[in-house]
Structures are given as C-alpha cells and as structure tokens.
C-alpha cells in the first residue's frame, strides 16, 4: 500500500475517533441537563440540570401552590391554608421524567439535537393533589355563617280576626360553583386564590300572598257580641247580629272550615233530646214553611252551620237562642252567601 494511502486512512480513522470522542464527551456533559422545548407546568427548564430546574419550578409553582385561598361574604372572611388542604405536588418526579425525556434516542440522535439546536417540545404537567375533604369542611364553615331558613308566613285567629306573620327568604350559599372554583384555584399555580361567596334566595314553602291567598274569606263569630265578621283578605268588609247555641247546646269555640253550602236546604230532624223520638231522622223539604233553615246552609262542622230564622224568631238575633247552629236573619244569610267560598276558615271565638 503506498505510503501517501496508509496515512490518508490512518489519519481519517483518527478523525472518526476523534469526532466519536467528541460525541461522548458532549452527551456525558448534557446527561444531567434537560433538553430544549421542555417545560414543565408552563415553566420552561430548557437547558437546566436537575437542581436549578427544581429550584426554578419551586419558586414558580410550588410557591405560588402553597398560597391560602380566602372566600369573602360580606364582612366576613374565611380562609384555606396549603397546609389545612394538604396541597403536595410531585415535581422531583417530573424534573426525572423532563430528564428522562431528554436522553430519548441513541448517542448520535441526541447530539445532533443538542448541535442543531432542535427542541423536544415536551410539556409536563406535574400532579397536583389536595384533600377534597378539607374543602367541604370549608364549605361546612361558611354555609353555617351565611345559610339561613326560609320563614313560612303565619296565620294567627283571634276575635279580633285573623292576622299573618309575614314570610322571609331564606339564603343559600352557591356551594356548588364555589366548591369547583376552590379546586381549580388548588390545582394551579396561576389561579386566583380570592373567591366571594355568593349566595341565592330560597323563597318559603308558604309566603305571605299565598297565605292571604289561602285565607282570602274569613269568618270571625263573636259569640259574646253576637256578631259574625266576614273578613277579606284579612280585613273586615262587613258585620252581621246573629243568634247562637243555648246554654247547654253551645255553639262549639274553635277554628273550623265552610264544609258545604246549599240554597233551599232539606232538613233531616236530629237524633238530639230536643227533637221528639218520632221525628228523628224525618226530613223536611227545603222551601217549606216548616223547614227552620228556611233558604240558605252554610254548613261547619256536624250538623252544624250557619242559616237563616224564621222572621218571626227574629227576637232571637243577638241572643243564646240556638240548639248551636249560628243563626241569622234571612235577609243577611242571604247576603252573606254569595260571599263565602266552600273551604272558608270560621273562626268561633
């Protein structure tokens, strides 16, 4: 072989030994480096060793975890530490898989990346866990300050006549939207960690129009005045004289309900001792001289009820006459009837 050939072929092995030196001397150097084109949580750790990119990722993600979310409402203030929510995240591991990443390839694979300047574009996103637990027993604390129940209106009967407590709202808090604001708050470094609590009305079960509503007619007997109130809406619109159970056949005190209405009532004679034995059970056409009902039935409660007086017992009116039944000149029954709906309270005072 002549002597020019054999140094041309030693001296390009030379080179190839020299270059292939080269190659491991530069990727044992980039070995604990982190490739270009990775970042980790949005952080860049191009070009990092593992200290410097935990260092970096602490002071930019870490820290801004660690912060203590705050729920406003009002002027009152709660707060959630890092601590209390048990906040971790695993960035050691994440710095080894960026690490790891970066000597993907063979030796020439990763050289030539580490020449060229070609970048990975990896993005690592590290885990982040907290204690769901802890932000429910935060949700437990604020509810507990800002809840409260709704108040069903009430209705109160007197002689007087009827009077109402008037119904509220209540307030709840949106806990819901809250709950999900407060784990993505935890789970990011770049969230905002100051929340205001907000809150919805709960209407009641039972306000205070529906009442009036359900109470539109009232009845108020006053047996000591002898006088029955008609009410609407829960304020009187008229009065009338009335007649009320004897002594010993009392017309029963108490909050009852319009059970039925009739015009021209039949009468079915009682089974009471003031009804002679024969005739209990007999009925009496309605519209007859000798029905006592005479033409209008306002019935509340067994066999008892409001109706009209013969005009020759008028007498009666404002007295303790009745065998307790409230009675009234048929004229005013009358008037009355068509002024009260079936279902009606009466008050008997």
Request: with cysteine.
């Amino acid at each position: 072989m002549p002597a020019r050939l054999v140094i041309a072929v030693t001296s390009f092995l030379v080179l190839l030994a020299a270059i292939a030196a080269a190659i491991v001397v530069y990727d044992h150097g980039q070995q604990d480096k982190i490739g270009k084109g990775v970042v980790i949580g949005g952080v860049d750790v191009s070009g990092l060793k593992k200290d410097a990119a935990e260092a970096k990722l602490r002071q930019q993600i870490l820290e801004p975890l660690n912060r203590t979310v705050t729920v406003d409402h009002a002027n009152r203030r709660w707060r959630l530490t890092a601590r209390e929510a048990k906040v971790a995240t695993n960035l050691d591991t994440t710095v080894d898989d960026a690490l790891a990443r970066s000597r993907r390839g063979n030796i020439l694979e990763r050289t030539w990346r580490g020449v060229t300047g070609e970048k990975l574009d990896a993005k690592l996103e590290p885990e982040v866990t907290y204690s769901d637990a802890a932000i429910i027993r935060l949700l437990d604390r604020i509810r507990r300050s800002v809840n409260r129940p709704a108040m069903n209106a009430t209705i109160k009967y007197a002689v007087s006549g009827p009077t109402t407590t008037p119904s509220h709202d209540g307030l709840a808090l949106d806990a819901t939207a809250l709950h999900k604001k407060i784990k993505a708050a935890l789970g990011s470094p770049t969230s905002d960690r100051r929340f205001g609590a907000k809150t919805h009305h709960v209407p009641p079960a039972v306000s205070t129009d529906k009442l009036i509503a359900q109470n539109a007619t009232t009845l108020v007997v006053n047996r000591e005045q002898f006088k029955l109130t008609v009410f609407k809406n829960l304020k009187a619109v008229k009065s009338y004289s009335v007649a009320i159970g004897a002594v010993g056949l009392d017309t029963p005190a108490g909050l009852y309900h319009i059970q039925n209405k009739a015009v021209n009532p039949a009468w079915t004679e009682p089974n009471s001792s003031w009804v002679p034995e024969k005739d209990r059970g007999k009925v009496v056409p309605g519209g007859t001289p000798e029905n006592p009902l005479k033409s209008r039935w306002l019935g509340i409660f067994d066999g008892a009820g409001i109706h009209g007086v013969d005009p020759s017992e008028y007498g009666t009116i404002g007295h303790a006459a009745s065998h307790g039944c409230v009675r009234m000149r048929i004229t005013d029954v009358e008037d009355l009837y068509p002024r009260v709906p079936v279902g009606s309270p009466i008050f008997i005072a």
